[in-house]
């Protein structure tokens, strides 16, 4: 599996799905729907941590441009 957020999670297990925060190095197991699919956002840490990281980088080129 390709990391969808490098520098911000950490694949820990490909195989039984472990991710882990770089941030608040808080490590979990993301919930998948009947159909097998990752939920929406499952990929992000529970604590908020990657959206948050994402939110702060989007202001930072915002005031860049
Ligand atoms: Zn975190």
């Known amino acids: 599996m390709r ?3 490098p520098g911000l999670v950490r ?7 472990k991710f882990k925060c770089e941030i608040c190095r808080l490590v ?5 729907k009947r159909s097998g699919r990752l939920y929406r956002g499952s990929r992000m840490c529970p604590n ?3 959206k948050r990281a994402l ?7 915002w ?3």
Not at 28 to 32: D, Q
Not at 55 to 61: H, M, N, Q, T, Y
């Open 55 to 61: 939110e702060a980088k989007k202001i930072e080129k």
């Open 63 to 65: 005031i860049g441009e």
């Open 28 to 32: 979990w197991r993301p919930s998948f």
């Open 48 to 50: 908020g941590c990657t």
């Open 11 to 17: 694949i820990l297990d490909d195989k039984n799905l």
């Open 3 to 5: 990391n969808p957020y």
